[in-house]
């Protein structure tokens, strides 16, 4: 710990990586990374910023990491450089998402804004479009109640879990084909509307425990490779025999590796044994309403 109240001048211009974290820096200014076109990590977390230049990242043209984690920015730095692949900026006090923000950044891969008091209506629709390599969002412990829309079709992740999110619908996940996992626990959500679970046919992992659900999802039986479904802590309290498995005995692509059902109202004597006749592990399916 420095306790560094500014980004230090005269830095040498060969520097890569430059770790400034658990400092009390409370404003990055125009020019205090001039000269660093070498630098591919910039590490901010847990200082006191407030305030971003608007040209403060230009310089640096190789950047790929930019960690601003626990801080005190309101909103995005903008022009923020066109090499970036990971941008982390949990624990800030963010209220705004811009579209004009994420303009041109097409190496992200990776963007990370939980634990931010952040409204669905302070996120731009089609904010995180532009991002055309995007594969993981997270945006966790937040304020919003929806899903945002325009999503990139490339994303592989998208997690929301303790947000405000009430529903589901057919639109949330429209153009999400690539989507492997979806964290969506500890929400308030009491339907997934069906059709929903369509838009995201390479789904392998279902993460819906801590809502307010009465019933499965629909359409997981269709789902070739779908492995897990956490649906504990609900209010589900009955459980169909299609609802897991395909009619019949057709089989899936992917065999269940984890299903929760415990701590709902249903009983698992109440399910029939033939619901979960396409999964060959038994202890794959985690019933009894354990405490």
């Not at 390599?133 to 929806?146: E, W």
């Not at 359409?219 to 025999?241: E, F, M, P, R, T």
């Not at 009983?267 to 979960?276: L, V």
């Amino acid at each position: 710990m420095l306790g560094l109240e500014k980004v230090p001048k005269d830095l040498p211009p060969d520097t890569a990586l430059l770790d400034l974290q658990n400092n009390k820096i409370t404003e990055i200014k125009d020019g205090d990374f001039k000269n660093l076109k070498n630098l591919h990590t910039l590490i901010l977390i847990n200082n006191k910023i407030s305030k971003i230049s608007p040209g403060a990242f230009a310089p640096l043209v190789k950047l790929e990491r930019l960690y601003l984690s626990k801080n005190q920015l309101k909103e995005l730095p903008e022009k923020m450089p066109k090499t970036l692949q990971e941008l982390r900026a949990h624990e800030n006090e963010i209220t705004k998402v811009r579209k004009a923000v994420f303009n041109g950044l097409n190496q992200m891969i990776v963007v990370e804004l939980g634990t931010n008091p952040l409204k669905s209506s302070g996120i731009e629709n089609g904010a995180f479009q532009g991002m055309k390599k995007l594969s993981y969002i997270r945006i966790a412990d937040t304020n919003i109640t929806t899903i945002p829309q325009g999503l990139p079709p490339s994303l592989t992740e998208l997690h929301l879990d303790g947000n405000k999110i009430t529903k589901v619908d057919a639109t949330s996940l429209k153009g999400l084909n690539n989507l492997a996992k979806l964290g969506l626990s500890f929400n308030s959500i009491s339907a997934v509307d069906n059709g929903s679970l369509a838009n995201t046919p390479h789904l392998r992992e279902l993460h819906l425990n801590n809502n307010k659900l009465i019933k499965v999802p629909g359409g997981l039986a269709d789902h070739k490779y779908i492995q897990v479904v956490y649906l504990h802590n609900n209010n589900i309290s009955a459980v169909g025999s299609n609802d897991f498995c395909p009619p019949g005995y057709n089989t899936k692509k992917a065999s269940y590796s984890g299903v929760s059902l415990f701590s709902n109202p249903v009983q698992y004597w109440e399910i029939q044994p033939s619901t979960f006749r396409c999964v060959y592990v038994r202890s794959a399916i985690q019933l009894g309403n354990f405490k």
